[in-house]
């Protein structure tokens, strides 16, 4: 079966909104409660996996669009549709998805969106030297009518996952958007990282493979024999896009956002640049001299509190897909 790493996935993009006016209180959109009940949470995690199969199994992105948005939904569906054009057939190595030993992170809050987070095993860390891992999918609902959608996907060592603050009644605490009280607020992480990727600044994030050691590899691989690179990194963080974020118990936070990034290469007179099955399957326009990737990735992060700036955020993990691609 096709495999979602930390660093690379094939796997909607819906963004859905709704706004609270006025002052009186509908359905509880402005009074400060649980965003789910763990039956509720339980059935989300059911109804993602078992739509996640067939769509894997068909390679068909109609089988889970309903149930995944965001940065996780762009890659998801534009991995399926390029996986329907080049095995129309399905997928002839699929293996059902398994989730097991499912935690439930669910903050309080008001109105929406409503969101919580799935702390689980997988079956895709079984093969022989690999090493334990989780997933943590962050669940999202617009609305009373809307369909809990899966927007952030991360791969993480059980390591990497900090401890949460939690109150006495065992909900976490969300992480506030425009916090001061964080190196970095929540909000502005996209625009950051995104400029951090093409000059080096601002300079709180840690070294690490996601930071330093991606400016790295896109340097060494900007000009090669008869082929130039280009990166053009861009903030994504509105709608089901919008970082989400839960305070942790030394006062910082585990946030998940997303950018988008178009990588344009250029070959040298004569020569056309490679392209892969699943990237032409998603092309418009015919490869002359020059070939432009749209990429939608989403990072899970540690920040530290205020105060302690200096390598503020630490990127754990980075989950990315090609949505789109150009030829000219």
Not at 28 to 47: I, Y
Not at 74 to 96: C, I, M, W
Not at 182 to 211: C, D, V
Not at 241 to 253: H, K, S, V
Request: with cysteine.
């Amino acid at each position: 079966m096709r495999r979602l790493r930390p660093a690379t996935a094939l796997a909607t993009v819906t963004v859905l909104a709704t706004v609270a006016t006025g002052c009186v209180t509908v359905h509880g959109e402005l009074e400060v409660v649980p965003t789910a009940t763990a039956s509720e949470a339980e059935q989300a995690v059911k109804d993602f996996t078992e739509a996640y199969n067939k769509a894997d199994k068909a390679y068909d992105p109609a089988l889970d669009a309903g149930r995944v948005t965001g940065p996780l939904g762009a890659v998801n569906q534009a991995g399926l549709k390029a996986r329907s054009v080049t095995s129309p057939n399905g997928n002839p190595q699929h293996q059902p998805l398994v989730l097991t030993d499912t935690t439930y992170l669910i903050p309080k809050k008001a109105g929406w969106p409503r969101w919580f987070v799935a702390n689980a095993d997988s079956n895709r860390d079984t093969d022989s030297g690999a090493a334990d891992t989780r997933w943590l999918l962050v669940f999202v609902k617009n609305g009373s009518q809307q369909l809990w959608e899966v927007a952030y996907l991360s791969i993480l060592t059980p390591g990497q996952i900090p401890a949460f603050k939690k109150g006495p009644d065992g909900f976490v605490e969300p992480a506030d958007p425009a916090s001061t009280t964080l190196a970095l607020a929540p909000r502005n992480l996209s625009e950051a990282y995104a400029s951090y990727l093409g000059n080096g600044k601002p300079e709180q994030f840690a070294p690490g493979p996601h930071t330093n050691g991606w400016r790295e590899e896109r340097v060494k691989g900007a000009r090669r024999a008869g082929l130039a690179t280009q990166y053009v990194d861009q903030a994504l963080d509105t709608g089901d896009f919008a970082p989400l974020g839960l305070t942790t118990e030394d006062g910082g936070a585990l946030v998940f956002f997303a950018i988008r990034f178009h990588e344009r290469q250029t070959a040298a007179p004569g020569y056309r640049p490679k392209v892969s099955a699943d990237v032409k399957a998603l092309m418009t326009g015919e490869v002359k001299n020059t070939v432009t990737k749209e990429w939608v990735a989403s990072q899970t992060v540690v920040v530290k509190p205020a105060g302690q700036e200096r390598d503020g955020v630490t990127v754990l993990g980075r989950l990315q897909g090609v949505v789109s691609a150009q030829g000219s």
